[in-house]
């Protein structure tokens, strides 16, 4: 179960087409340069319209990809220094090298407190090390800043299963999914819990 924590780990700009000639200068007003620069979708941007098209993907390897692309997103940060503590971070991981992982995530939230993935690496470090009291916090702070991080969902429903408060793991397996159907692991999970359950409250 504790590698789904670990693991878990943009639909285009719509513009009208007109046909030549089909409205008059005098209509359309001051022509548009052709050298004018072309706006880019902000990054929240790019993550609403993924995650909305996450939802209505049927083909699991370009979901796969979405799926790829938000935790990419969401690992961005806007600072140089951020960025080189969790490349620090994710290496100690890699290596089991828990308190110093921990250590590089304490610098990092202190940094920049709404940086997402500095409190959901810090959950994943703390779920890995059994402390869920402490891993259930980080993930509260996750989902206070992006409440669609699908990733610290299914980490809360696993922290909920082990310590056996099935109604929680459930409620938070059925966000995750409703968030990313393709959660295939949670939704096995969710499958059997919902079955070893299914006669506790007649």
Do not use: C
């Not at 600072?79 to 971070?89: A, E, H």
């Amino acid at each position: 179960m504790r590698g789904v924590l670990v693991v878990l780990i943009a639909s285009a700009l719509a513009i009208p087409v007109v046909e030549a000639g089909a409205v008059s200068a005098e209509e359309t007003g001051p022509s548009v340069s052709a050298d004018a620069p072309v706006i880019e979708p902000s990054r929240a941007d790019r993550i609403d319209a993924l995650l909305a098209s996450l939802r209505t993907e049927t083909d699991p390897d370009t979901a796969d990809e979405i799926e790829n692309d938000i935790l990419g997103l969401w690992l961005e940060s806007d600072s140089d220094t951020i960025d080189v503590l969790m490349q620090w971070t994710l290496k100690a991981m890699e290596q089991k090298q828990y308190p110093r992982a921990l250590d590089f995530l304490d610098r990092i939230i202190l940094l920049d407190p709404a940086y997402i993935e500095g409190w959901n690496k810090r959950a994943t470090v703390y779920f890995l090390l059994d402390d869920y009291g402490k891993s259930i916090g980080d993930i509260g702070k996750v989902l206070e800043l992006e409440p669609r991080h699908f990733g610290a969902l299914s980490g809360l429903g696993i922290i909920m299963r082990a310590i056996g408060d099935d109604e929680r793991a459930k409620a938070a397996f059925r966000a995750a999914l409703d968030i990313d159907p393709h959660l295939q692991n949670i939704r096995d999970e969710l499958d059997d819990l919902e079955a070893t359950t299914s006669g506790q409250d007649i």
